[in-house]
C-alpha cells in the first residue's frame, strides 16, 4: 500500500477504483437495508453534480432542483436493479438524470429511453466479458478520454455535460455537422480501441 | 439471431446523449432489443456520460433539499409497509415479433394492426408520437416488391422486423438496422419469400424521384 501510495498517477487511480467500490457498496446498501444513511452520501456526491448538468443544459434552477428530487428518488426506488457488472455508479447514475431529464420534456408517457439492460427479447445474463468490461469500464473509458484531442474532447462534454444535441453543437462551434459526427466516431472509436486492447 | 448490420458510432453517442427525437429512439431501442453488439456499445458510449458526470462542476443545492427527499421516501415507505406484497406491474411483455419498446406502441402483433394500402405490394401503419418532429411508421412491402429509387431527405433508420430485403449496401434480415445519413441513395428489393415488414424513423419527408416516386409519396405524406 506504501509503495502505491509513493506514484502518484498509480495512487489516483487507485483512489478511484477504492471510490467505485465504495459508491457501489452504498448503493448495495441503499438495496438490500433501505439504508439513508447511505442514501444521504450519495445524495451529498451526485447531488450537486445532476444539478451542476441541468443547468449547464439550460434548467432553470427550480427545474434543475427539482429534477434531482427525481433523479434521485429513483435511485432509491431501483437501487436493487443496479447490476454492478454492468457497469460503474455514475454511468448508471448518468443514464437516470439524462432519462429525467427527457421524461421532463416530453408529453407523451412512452418511454423511448430504455435501460438497455431490460430490453432484451431473450434472456442473456451478463458473460464473462461484459463483467470484465463492467469491472475495468469507468477507468479505461476515463483514461481514453484524457488522451482525446481537444477538439474531440469539447464534442464528448458538449454532449453529455449539457445535454447538447449534434445538430446545436455544430452552430455552436460553427462546424459543420458532418464534422461534429466524425470527431465523436472518433472519440468513440478510441475508448473502444482501449478497451479492446486489454482483452 | 445474426445481425449483420448495426447502429453507426455517431448514432450510438446520439442515444447515449439522449439526443435521438423519440421517433428514432423507439428505433434504436427496438434494435437494442435485437442486438447484444450494440447493447454493449451503447453502455460504452453511456460510460462517457458517467465520466462526464462525476467532471461536472456542482451547483449548490437549495436548504432543506436532502430534508425533503427523505420525507418524499419516509411517505414511501410507509405506503410499503400498508401495503405489503404489492407488486409494481410488469411492463408489457415483448412478442416474438414485436420489441418491447415497440410494443409499448402498437402492442404485441404485427398481423392484428390497421394496415393501409399505399401502392400496390405496399401497406404502411403510421404510429402517432407526440414528441417528434420525425415520422414513425411500419412498412409492409411484398415479396419479389422493389421500393422506387429514393435520396434522404434527412436521416433515417430502418429496422427489419419480419422477412428480408437487399440493396447495394448488402442484405438486411430480422434485426438488421439501416442506419442511412442524407447522402445515401438505395432501392431496396424483398427477397424473403414473404412480406417484409420494417419499422422506420425519418427525419424528413423522403424524396422518392419519378412518376413511381410521385404515386409512393403517400407513404411518407406528413
Known sequence: MLKVLQMEKPTADAARIADQAVLKSLLSDIALSRDKSAFEALFVRFGPRVKGMMIKS????????????????????????????????????????????????????????????????????????????????????????????????????????????????????????????????????KLKQNLEELR | MSIHHHLDDASLVRYASGDLDAAFAIVVASHLAMCGKCREAVRLAEAMGGVCLTETPEADLSQGAFMRLSQRIDAELDKDQAQPGEQQTSEAVASADVPLPLSHLIGGSLDDLAWRHVVPGVQRYRIDMADTQSSLYLLKIGSGRTMPEHGHGGTEMTLILRGSYSDVIGKFDRGDIADLDEHVEHQPVVDSTGPCICLVATEEPTRFKGIVGRLMQPLVGI
Not at chain 1, 436493487?80 to 421524461?103: H, M
Not at chain 1, 408517457?109 to 461484459?130: G, H, I, K, W
Not at chain 1, 477507468?139 to 477538439?151: C, F, G
Request: glycine share 4%; aromatic share 6%.
Open chain 1, 58 to 189: 439550460g434548467a432553470s434552477n427550480d427545474v434543475a432542483e427539482d429534477l434531482v428530487q427525481e433523479v434521485m428518488l429513483t435511485i432509491w426506488r431501483k437501487a436493487s436493479l443496479y447490476a454492478p457488472e454492468r457497469g460503474n455508479v455514475s454511468t448508471w447514475i448518468f443514464t437516470i438524470a439524462r432519462n429525467a431529464r427527457i421524461d421532463r420534456l416530453r408529453r407523451q408517457p412512452v418511454q423511448a429511453y430504455v435501460d438497455v439492460d431490460t430490453v432484451s427479447l431473450v434472456c442473456d445474463a451478463p458473460n464473462a466479458e461484459t463483467a470484465v468490461m463492467g469491472r475495468q469500464n469507468a477507468e479505461i473509458v476515463r483514461a481514453a478520454m484524457d488522451t482525446l484531442p481537444a477538439e474531440q474532447r469539447d464534442v464528448i462534454d458538449l454532449a453529455f455535460i449539457q445535454f447538447m444535441p449534434q445538430s446545436e453543437i455544430a452552430k455552436t462551434l460553427e462546424l459543420p455537422i458532418g464534422t461534429v459526427k466524425s470527431r465523436v466516431r472518433l472519440a468513440y472509436k
